[in-house]
Structures are given as structure tokens and as C-alpha cells.
Antibody, heavy 127, light 111 residues
Framework: QLQLQESGPGLVRPSETLSLTCTVFAGSISTSGYYWGWIRQPPGRGPEWIGNIYYSGSTFYNPSLESRVTISIDTSTKKISLKLRSVTAADTAVYSC???????????????????WGQGILVTVSS | QSVLTQPPSASGTPGQRVTISCSGSNFNIGTHSVFWYRQVPGTAPKLLIHRDNQRPSGVPDRFSGSKSGTSASLAISGLQSDDEADYYCAGWDDSLSGNVVFGGGTKLTVL
């Protein structure tokens, strides 16, 4: 059974860079058609998709976060990294990684379901 | 403000059938598949429904999804106490350069 685990600091200072890592266990990071995504959930609010990456390195980002986000992948260590620059208190959230299907079955490609999720890690932005 | 709109709360008694709605637009629900997730606080979300009304392996048939136009619904029949959780709808949105969007979530209480 595929497992994902997030790691990183739980506290980040305003204006600094949030850096998190997701490690994939008990499964392949190179499965065709599946991307590795980051999602965050601010306290009391619904989830927000941050972006995702394919094992080849191809990335897609949420347009509202794109200018501050970088997602990278290391297939040799099965790790996916998230960097979010210039953080503010509004970036305080539980950050989760998940595997996401890219569905091209209907002749049009779009990102579909997240089928495996990590437990998530709370990151607080505060001085 | 979430792109997909869900009622913040829903409730039912054991054995009852409850439905949770999710409203969107032609940029998302009206054109693309809807997905439903269940999340018990403090745990990872679990996929309940994909492709509008398909259940992944292992999801009981008490859970069903439907869609009409720009709205979707999740129905839970034979309500059980451990169905108490937060439920989220999600999907692909074509506006701007494309985005995965979620509803704000519905907290289901089993009375």
C-alpha cells in the first residue's frame, strides 16, 4: 500500500521561505499518468490545491500561487519538495501531499482524483 | 471563498439518508468530473466518489454521487455514527489557466 509522509519545520517566519518534503513509501514514484501534488488547508477552511509534478519534472501550479511556488522531485530518493516564498500569516495551513491522476481518457487532459494522501503537517507562519 | 459551494453543515439520525450538495459553474462541474472526499479531523482525506458517481474499490454502496448541470450531490444512505466527518467536493476548473478546485466542506453530524 502506497504511503506518503510530509516533513519539515512547523514554524516559519513571515517573509521567509516555507520548505517541505514528501517521501513516498511502499510504491513507485514513476507510475505513468500519476502526478504528485501539494494541497493545503487553512484552519477552518476548505482545501486549496498548490500544484503538482510528474516524475519527469513537468509541473503545474495554482495560478494564484504560481509566482511564489516551486515543486521539485528526486526520483532516486522518492521525495517531492515544496518551496513557498515570501510567506505571510495567510499561508498558515495544514500542508499535505497526495498522488493525483492525470486523466486524458476523454481526449482532453485534466487533473482528476487524489487517491493517496499523506497525514499532513501544520505549518504556522509567525514571528 | 471556495469556487465550489457546499452547505457548511448537515445532519441526520442513524439509518437515515442524507444528501450534501455542491454547486459550481460551467467552468468546472458543468464540464468536468466531480470528486468527493471524506475527512475525519486529524486524518488524511479519503476518496469516496470519482468521475461523478463511481465508487473506488472498498467504498460501500451506501455512498453514491450524482450530477445535474452545474450541481452535484453526495448521498449517504443507512447513516452510521462513524459517518460523522467533513465531506468535500472537488474538480477541475477551466477558468484562467486551469486549476483544481475544492468546496469549502460540509460537516456531517450524526445525531
Amino acid at each position: 500500500q502506497l504511503q506518503l509522509q510530509e516533513s519539515g519545520p512547523g514554524l516559519v517566519r513571515p517573509s521567509e521561505t516555507l520548505s517541505l518534503t514528501c517521501t513516498v513509501f511502499a510504491g513507485s514514484i514513476s507510475t505513468s499518468g500519476y502526478y504528485w501534488g501539494w494541497i493545503r488547508q487553512p484552519p477552518g477552511r476548505g482545501p486549496e490545491w498548490i500544484g503538482n509534478i510528474y516524475y519527469s519534472g513537468s509541473t503545474f501550479y495554482n495560478p494564484s500561487l504560481e509566482s511564489r511556488v516551486t515543486i521539485s522531485i528526486d526520483t532516486s530518493t522518492k521525495k517531492i519538495s515544496l518551496k513557498l516564498r515570501s510567506v505571510t500569516a495567510a499561508d498558515t495551513a495544514v500542508y499535505s501531499c497526495a498522488r493525483q491522476l492525470r486523466d486524458c481518457s476523454g481526449g482532453y487532459c485534466y487533473f482528476a482524483e487524489f487517491d493517496y494522501w499523506g497525514q499532513g503537517i501544520l505549518v504556522t507562519v509567525s514571528s | 471563498q471556495s469556487v465550489l459551494t457546499q452547505p457548511p453543515s448537515a445532519s441526520g439520525t442513524p439509518g437515515q439518508r442524507v444528501t450534501i450538495s455542491c454547486s459550481g459553474s460551467n467552468f468546472n462541474i458543468g464540464t468536468h468530473s466531480v470528486f468527493w472526499y471524506r475527512q475525519v479531523p486529524g486524518t488524511a482525506p479519503k476518496l469516496l466518489i470519482h468521475r461523478d458517481n463511481q465508487r473506488p474499490s472498498g467504498v460501500p454502496d451506501r455512498f453514491s454521487g450524482s450530477k445535474s448541470g452545474t450541481s452535484a450531490s453526495l448521498a449517504i444512505s443507512g447513516l452510521q455514527s462513524d459517518d460523522e466527518a467533513d465531506y468535500y467536493c472537488a474538480g477541475w476548473d477551466d477558468s484562467l489557466s486551469g486549476n483544481v478546485v475544492f468546496g469549502g466542506g460540509t460537516k456531517l453530524t450524526v445525531l
